[in-house]
């Protein structure tokens, strides 16, 4: 099982940016996918996830209303649109296939992980 991240960037402050995560045919159809992020000195936090069709969403509170989650299961992809970014958005940003179709927020219930995207926003 495979993701591949990618899309990150340099952006200022009030950029948009979109993140693409590419998965290995056999885990994504039926799995939920989540993205996830990790700034220097700190811990893996939450960004947002959706259920394996898409029927369901979740956001941090940190990013309602600026990023969307989306997915295209016949391409094999999970998205990251990110809007009106600020700079206390810059990290490495990871996404993750979790363990059924729905991953929900926690870190431990997600299986599949990623290699991370660097988002670095100015100011």
């Known amino acids: 099982v495979q993701l591949q991240a990618s899309g990150g960037g340099l952006v200022q402050a009030g950029g948009s940016l979109r993140l693409s995560c590419a998965a290995s045919?056999?885990?994504?159809?039926?799995?939920?996918m989540g993205w996830f992020r990790q700034a220097p000195g700190k811990e893996r936090e939450f960004v947002a996830a959706i259920m394996w069709n898409g029927g369901r969403t979740s956001y941090a509170d940190s990013v309602e209303g600026r990023f969307t989650i989306s997915r295209n299961n016949a391409k094999n992809t999970v998205y990251l649109q990110m809007n009106n970014l600020k700079p206390e958005d810059t990290a490495d940003y990871f996404c993750a296939g979790a363990r059924g179709g729905w991953g929900q927020c926690e870190t431990f219930q997600y299986d599949y992980w990623g290699q991370g995207t660097q988002v670095t926003v100015s100011s």
């Open positions: 045919r056999r885990m994504f159809s039926n799995n939920g």
